[in-house]
């Protein structure tokens, strides 16, 4: 980065954080939410970065044969006093920190894999936070996201504009309107593939989504010019 820029302070939702972890273990969760988790989090290899790590729902999906370990990051205090107690029980080694994505604490192409799951609705500046996970990614590092997104019906699209301004508000900083599948190619990645799910209502559409640093083709394209033949 050209110049430092001043990350978002810390917060600290306690009470949505509290109604998240009471919701977290309710049938929609358990039905809806948990299944593609273990979806998206199965796939993640190696060293692995999670983004708003939340309350640790995610934790006991990785796959110890495949991950090294997980450095998870979340913003929000409340949240890592529930996410904490989830570690003790995760089948990887798992690190938490409190720090937001806008500014990772973590060098150049350090992870093999970074995971978000229900996180970029909330993120304050989503193409800065998405841009330092491509920073942060190796050369063919992985993107693997689970989100909520905006609607491609223009009454439901302009439902969740109507009510964005209150889930802002009262859902930590929750914009349900966020187009983040479009925002992934803004901020660089390569290979971006997504497949929409769309539940019983349709108000809250979810993108299943992958992409790369950068796409594997042209990195084997590169590799072969700097062969010695």
């Not at 529930?82 to 938490?96: D, E, K």
């Not at 799951?117 to 500046?125: G, I």
């Not at 439901?156 to 930590?172: C, E, I, N, V």
Request: glycine share 6%; aromatic share 8%; net charge neutral.
């Amino acid at each position: 980065m050209s110049q430092k820029q001043k990350s978002p302070p810390a917060i600290s939702h306690r009470i949505f954080a509290n109604y998240y972890e009471r919701v977290s273990q309710g049938t929609a969760e358990k039905s809806y939410m948990e299944p593609l988790r273990k979806e998206m989090v199965g796939q993640a290899k190696g060293l692995v970065l999670e983004v708003g790590a939340g309350n640790g729902l995610n934790f006991a999906f990785y796959d110890p044969e495949h991950v090294e370990r997980v450095e998870a990051i979340e913003p929000d205090s409340a949240m890592l006093g529930y996410a904490r107690r989830r570690v003790t029980t995760a089948p990887v080694p798992v690190t938490l920190t409190q720090a937001s994505v806008e500014q990772l604490p973590f060098a150049d192409t350090y992870f093999d894999t970074a995971v978000c799951t229900l996180v970029f609705c909330s993120v304050h500046d989503p193409l800065r936070g998405l841009q330092e996970i491509l920073r942060v990614l190796k050369p063919v590092g992985q993107l693997l996201m689970v989100e909520h997104v905006r609607a491609q019906g223009h009454v439901t699209a302009f439902a969740q504009d109507l009510l964005t301004p209150f889930t802002r508000l009262f859902a930590g900083n929750c914009h349900w309107n966020r187009r983040t599948e479009q925002i992934v190619h803004e901020a660089g990645f390569q290979g971006v593939e997504f497949e929409r799910r769309v539940p019983v209502g349709g108000l809250l559409p979810i993108v299943m989504l992958q992409a790369r640093r950068q796409d594997q083709l042209a990195n084997y394209e590169s590799f072969n010019l700097k062969t010695p033949s």
